[in-house]
């Protein structure tokens, strides 16, 4: 359990009027486990729905990166649902890097999965939603029935390459990450005030733990944390997986692109040919559109 005295909330002013986000706040405080935390989602699209979209921001992200996406998935009659981590957008953040790790993680969203009994979902995962959201599958394989994968990767105790070990570094000298500014310098269009909606969860450097904890935490030796838990996800992902899958890559992506993506396609079990985005950098839900005009038609949603 995490220390709740050691937790900050974001005020809830810093969410007021931004852009192209017209989606009400849902929160849950009393998540086995986690009794206390404030942990945010996003619930769009009917209730009972027979599908649900399950879309997992990465780091240093928030729901608000599905803004984009949430559209076209609630017009094809589905509904989404996309949380905030512990330590990202509207949910809690814990003041101490080292309060987060790799199972408090997972097993919050478990958990989270479980409290709003979703059922038939379609996995949404990048960056680290793919990291922590492609090892939930296995652990309760009868609840998802389709993957949309986008520039992640499993870590399994291996090196994501060059491009991996240089952003590490570099977010290692920077405590108080400009957050918004980084998403921008890969993602040309976006605006002044989506720039803002991004730094909207930091109001400073205090705020910022998660943030700089997660690139510590990419395991890439064999003796770290939630590497045996991501090999078995690769076992399953590999052998017993049995839903529907649809890739898309990200080409501009300096390190989780084109290359790291092609081996994710080898290992997911009948994963089609990616669909791939010239022009799209790292944060693909950034393209989202286009993602999903893609990946509706390859699901036969529409």
Known sequence: MPPLSRALRTPDDRFSNLSNFPYAPHYVE???????????????????????FLCLHGQPSWSYLYRK?????VASGARVIAPDWIGFGRSDKLRVDEDYTFHMHRNMMLRL???????????VVQDWGGVLGLTLPYEMPERFSRLLIMNT????????GEG???????????????????????????MAEEIAAY?????????????????????????MEGVKTSLRAAQFWREEWEGQSFMVIGAADPVLGTDVM???QKLIR??????????????????GVEVLDAALKGFGDV
């Open 30 to 52: 009393d998540l086995q486990g986690y009794e206390g935390l404030r942990i945010h989602y996003l619930d769009e699209g009917p209730k009972d729905a027979d599908r649900v």
């Open 270 to 287: 009948n994963c089609p040919t990616p669909f791939v985005i010239k022009d799209a950098g790292h944060f693909v839900q950034e393209w």
């Open 153 to 160: 990767a499993l870590a399994t105790g291996r090196s994501p």
């Open 69 to 73: 996406m949430i559209p076209q998935i």
């Open 164 to 190: 991996f070990l240089a952003w590490k570094a570099y977010a290692a000298t920077q405590p108080d990450l400009k957050v918004g500014e980084l998403i921008a310098r890969g993602t040309p269009q976006m």
């Open 113 to 123: 999965i479980e409290w709003l009994d979703l059922k038939n979902i379609t996995l």
């Open 262 to 264: 092609v081996a994710m």
């Open 199 to 223: 730094d909207a969860p930091f109001p400073d450097v205090t705020f910022k733990a998660g943030v700089r904890r997660f690139p510590e935490m990419v395991m890439i030796s064999p003796d």
